[in-house]
């Protein structure tokens, strides 16, 4: 049998998926089910003076209205910032409670205030506006940039400070300052975006009296965590009697890896009311309350010799964490992106201050790529700014810098085990046809167009594994995943991972690494996940972990199945265990060539009995059945890198930027799957240029969103695109068998600043993301017009 | 959603009487239906007029090209007849929005509504139009009087717009990378003895540029438009463009439309 590993097997999701016949959170009904409908702030910042909920009670089908008062009463438990985070004088890091219903306060225009549950979606939304919240306003914090001058949100948290992180040494680096030739700045914004997941979050809770269970169906990316945490921490059941199911799911970009105040009011409601509670979001709920992403303000400088060569780094950057502290909210702005900070290059001495601060806006937490697209966006833009002010081919620097002996340990934390940025690099500019950009360039300026060319050498630390480290860095769970594989008695399997799916083709990819390590063909293989009740424990699908840390659990899964069924096939064909050697599904004696299939063994297995004589084909000591499980942790992080040129066309006239040509080269190790690695690599870039061109979340002084729909906030469209140049090279991972590193974040952290790049190269000038058509015909102006001055 | 009755009219005398000052017709549902959803506008009554036969289609004439309320969008955009005799507003019907928008957007729905950044209000200035409805017939010049704002009275229904055929026609959009509606929208048509330029998106309301337009008559060339003068003042500023880009538009979309023609 031919190795699946490396072929474009088609998605084997896509059918269902693509004929409407996925099955969501919002396609399941209960008998009984009752709708939830929340009350929501219409402030960014206020204090709950007095809610009246009478008249709202007596509005038909109303069945309940619960309050923060209720959940104060039921002692159910706040929602949790789930990675502590030290500030640089050692002080812990200081968390505002944030309860599921607000009690005394409302912190952003989204909050939650009160729960309608009623017999029809229309009667709880017509007593929803019935229910009178006094409020008394108060001025909103909503700059980030400002945040620690502003009016202080919480009571005991001075200068609205979560941390004021360090990782680095400023000694270190300022040496390396005072040695340096020449020192370029960089001030610069990360825009907060809206992740904008295609299925709007939902929940639907349905509790059974007579077991006292609750099955809780939501979009999550992580259904295992969600049931930990609604049942550890804000105590709405015992683990044991919460199921947790993540049916098929419509996107989630991080921004569904943990629950929200929704799922545990859904949960919690239908336990007290003893119905299912259905709770599906309205596009205006998901851009207002589920979790935005980046929001930065960076300063950063590098430390240069006039050949080049790179001495220090210095990045000191306020992340937003918006109204409340979110689960991985204080991890995306801290270890995240400090380390990757200094990008792929040899550096000296460097350091990452960040300060992460509140405001009176939606929680902030990890967004595809979570601090590594902030991390690259701020080395590779100050690099490139670094290349012109030293008059040094883009290109060139980097390579100057570039490590070229691996592991490369990394200046802050990581030791990279494999890479070739040089090569990545080269190949890059090759696909790119680099050398013949100034070609190009004539040909648009003969159209009155300007040109831009912009480079991008990344790496990232994904497959968020190994759980001592993370937990040591603060992280409160593990971060292994498992896997079990299960024979059925009649030869087919069926793979639990704990690991989700929503987008990224794990029900393919993980099968052709069974079918491949078990020789069962790839139709006979069943990818089970996002049912806590269905196989074990595991942590869910975000930083580009699911197969570099899942998949390989289920190789180790597979080599128990394998080692068993040795034994197993070795009593049945009465030879050695350590004669047995197998391959394409087959148990083979090498000298005899006797052998039995795998489909065999599993039978025997099952059925361990011979008729007409007591006879078993089970080895003494190995117990009937054929199912193995693994939990895998590995011993480092992988490595994603890669070098993306981008080349954009700007008409000074109006501003508009068009996408002339991009290349990406990737390095993501073995490749299991081409066809769905360039699918997720198209995602990823779709979402880094929607970063760096159109997407912009904004809300004004009083904390209002103003992007609170699709009329204000632009999504990237399919004619926004140019055809998309892949390339890849390959290094493999030594930190896992498969030699994986992840792919699925990466389009999103090397696509901003190669596109920014390009556009800051054709008109000669700085500006910020997102580069807006206005935006770019303003600076193309004020460059004419400073341009005629001086002339 | 506010519950409220919906009635399917079978002719226009009955959609007109079913009329109140607390009801909508219903035609495409692009701008009504989700203006419910929201819970921007609510209704007593939802008055179905899609059912009604005699308010679309498209008809030529020698001079004119007659276009029923509720032809949709992608009808225009697609129908021989427009693409021959007014290429550009058939090129116009086939900006708007999304295939899902045009395959149930009209244009009786589009100039009642009279949004500030609509498409074709600008054709029907440009064009010289004429708004035919039950009643009377009404000059696109004292049509479109506001922000959302018409000549329509309660009850009245937009049976068909007549456009006049030009001598040469273009409409040019900056469309908003968000909605698609017109940032700014130029619609520039040379008529015998008569140039109009249409601007939509610009203002609270379409408007006829008079000194581009008297440019224009003048010598109709692009390099007729660059010694105008277009002030910012009294246009449009939100967050996708400030009123001196959108006066900076102007003159490039016009310009563009002008080359076009
Ligand atoms: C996503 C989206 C994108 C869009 N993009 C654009 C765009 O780029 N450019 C653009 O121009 N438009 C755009 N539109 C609007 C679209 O063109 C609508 O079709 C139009 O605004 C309304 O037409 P309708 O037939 O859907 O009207 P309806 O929603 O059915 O009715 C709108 C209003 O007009 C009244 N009305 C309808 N027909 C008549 C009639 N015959 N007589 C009197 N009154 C009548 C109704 O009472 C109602 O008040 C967009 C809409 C959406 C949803």
């Known amino acids: ?791 | 959603m506010k519950t409220f009755n919906y009635h399917s009219a079978k002719d226009v005398k009955e959609a007109s009487k079913l009329a109140s000052s607390n009801s909508a017709f219903l035609a495409g549902g692009m701008t009504t239906i989700p203006s419910i959803k929201l819970g921007l506008a609510t209704y007593k009554d939802i008055i179905n007029i899609k059912n009604i036969k005699s308010l679309s289609g498209i008809k030529v004439s020698g001079k004119t090209i007659k276009i029923g309320a509720t032809t949709k969008h992608v009808e225009v955009a697609n129908s021989k007849d427009v693409k021959k005799a007014i290429p550009s507003l058939a090129a116009l019907a086939e900006g708007i929005g999304d295939p899902q928008v045009r395959n149930r957007g009209t244009i009786g729905g589009s100039i009642a509504n009279n949004d500030p950044s609509a498409d074709y209000p600008s054709a029907c200035i440009a064009l010289n139009a004429v708004i035919h409805t039950n009643n009377r017939k009404i000059e696109a010049e004292k049509f479109f009087k506001g922000m959302f704002e018409t000549a329509l009275k309660n009850g009245e229904i937009i049976e068909a717009i007549e456009f006049s055929i030009p001598e040469k026609s273009n409409y040019q959009k900056y469309p908003n990378p968000a909605s698609r509606y017109a940032v700014v929208g130029v619609y520039v048509a040379k008529h015998k003895g008569e140039v109009n330029v249409a601007v939509t998106g610009a203002k609270p309301c379409v408007y006829n540029d008079k000194d581009l337009a008297k440019a224009l008559s003048n010598n109709f060339s692009s390099s007729a438009i660059e010694s105008v003068k277009i002030s910012s003042s009294g246009m449009n500023s939100d967050i996708h463009a400030s009123a001196e880009y959108r006066a900076n538009m102007v003159r490039v979309f016009a310009k563009k439309a002008v080359e076009a023609c």
């Not at chain 1, 648009?444 to 790496?459: E, T």
């Open chain 1, 1 to 791: 049998m031919a190795s699946l590993v490396g072929s474009r097997v088609e998605r084997k999701e896509d059918k269902k998926l693509l004929t409407g016949r996925g099955r969501y959170t919002a396609d399941v009904n209960f008998v009984h089910q009752t709708f939830a409908y929340f009350v929501r702030s219409p402030h960014a910042r206020a204090q709950i003076k007095k809610i009246d909920t009478s008249k709202a009670l007596k509005s038909p089908g109303v069945i309940s209205i619960l309050t923060g008062a209720d959940i104060v009463n039921d002692k159910i438990g706040g929602l949790i910032a789930g990675w502590r985070i030290k500030s640089e004088d050692g002080s812990d890091m200081k968390v505002p409670p944030h309860p599921p219903l607000a009690s005394d306060t409302v912190n952003y225009v989204g909050d939650h205030v009160a729960v309608v549950i009623a017999e029809t979606l229309d009667e709880a939304r017509n007593a929803a506006e019935l229910v009178k919240v006094d409020y008394k306003i108060l001025k909103a914090v909503v700059s980030t940039k400002d945040a620690m001058s502003s009016d202080q949100i919480y009571k005991d948290i001075p200068k609205n400070m979560c941390f004021d992180w360090l990782l680095g040494d400023r000694a270190k680096v300022q040496e390396a300052f005072d040695k340096a030739d020449k020192i370029i700045k960089i001030d610069l914004v990360n825009n907060r975006l809206i992740p904008n997941a295609m299925e709007p979050r939902a929940a639907n809770a349905d509790y059974n009296p007579s077991t006292e269970e609750i099955t809780l169906y939501t979009t999550s990316q992580n259904p295992h965590l969600a049931r930990i945490i609604i049942s550890a921490f804000n105590g709405v059941a015992p683990e044991n009697k919460l199921r947790v199911i993540a049916p098929d799911v419509g996107g989630g970009f991080g921004s569904k890896i943990y629950p929200y105040a929704e799922e545990v009011v859904c949960s919690w409601a239908a336990k007290k009311i003893e119905r299912p509670v259905k709770w599906v979001a309205d596009r205006t709920e998901s851009f207002l309350s589920d979790c935005h992403g980046r929001d930065h303000v960076t300063h950063a400088e590098l430390a240069v010799k006039n050949d080049g060569t790179f001495l220090g780094f210095k990045n000191e950057t306020i992340a937003n964490l918006g109204a409340y502290a979110s689960v991985f909210g204080t991890v995306t702005p801290t270890y995240l992106f400090g380390p990757c900070a200094t990008g792929v290059y040899k550096m000296p001495a460097a350091y990452s201050n960040v300060k992460a601060v509140y405001t009176n806006t939606a929680p902030v937490d990890a967004y595809r790529g979570a601090g590594r697209p902030e991390a690259t966006y701020t080395i590779e833009t100050l690099v490139e700014k670094a290349a012109r002010e030293l008059g040094m081919d883009p290109a060139e620097i980097r390579m100057k810098n570039f490590p070229t002996q691996f592991p490369f340990q990394q200046t802050l934390v990581h030791s990279v085990d494999s890479g070739d940025y040089v090569g990545g690099l080269n190949k890059a500019m090759e696909v790119a046809d680099y050398k013949g950009f100034e070609k190009r360039k004539r040909e648009s300026a003969s159209k009155g167009k300007l040109r831009g060319i912009g480079l991008c050498s990344y790496f990232e630390a994904c497959g968020i594994a190994p759980s001592p480290v993370v937990m040591m860095l603060g992280c409160g769970i593990g971060l292994w995943e498992s896997a079990e594989v299960r024979f059925n008695p009649t030869g087919n399997v069926t793979v639990f991972t704990g690991s989700h799916s929503h987008g990224q083709g794990h029900d393919t990819t993980f099968a052709q690494i069974a079918a491949d390590q078990l020789g069962v063909p790839l139709e006979n293989i069943e990818i089970a996940h996002g049912d806590t009740d269905k196989g074990p424990f595991g942590y869910g699908t975000y930083g580009s972990r699911s197969l570099t840390v899942g998949g390989t659990a289920i190789v180790k899964a597979c080599d128990k199945i394998i080692a068993k069924g040795k034994r197993v096939a070795a009593k049945m064909l009465e030879a050695s265990v350590d004669d047995i050697e197998f391959s394409n599904g087959e148990f083979v004696v090498a000298k005899s060539n006797k052998k039995k299939t795998i489909g065999e063994v599993a039978f025997a297995c099952y059925l361990p009995g011979t008729y007409g004589e007591v006879k078993s084909p089970l080895p003494e000591g190995d117990e009937p059945g054929l199912k193995e499980t693994s939990f895998f942790d590995p011993v480092n992080f992988s490595f994603p890198a890669g070098s993306h040129i981008c080349e954009v066309e700007v008409d000074p006239d109006t501003g508009e930027t068009k996408l002339a040509k991009y290349t990406a080269v990737d390095d993501f190790g073995t490749i299991i799957n081409p066809l769905v690695v360039e699918g997720q690599v198209h995602g990823g870039l779709a979402q880094g240029i929607g970063q760096a061109l159109y997407e912009n979340c904004h809300y004004d002084e009083s904390g209002q969103l103003v992007t609170a729909s699709y009329m204000d906030y632009t999504m990237p469209r399919a004619d926004n695109f140019p055809e998309f140049n892949l390339g890849f090279t390959c290094t493999p991972a030594t930190s896992n068998p498969l030699g994986t590193k992840g792919c699925g974040e990466a389009g999103a952290i090397a696509a901003p600043p190669a596109v920014m790049n390009a556009v800051m190269n054709a008109i000669g000038t700085e500006i910020s993301m997102p580069a807006t058509a206005e935006k770019v015909w303003k600076a193309c102006n004020k460059n004419k017009k400073s341009n005629s001055e001086a002339a």
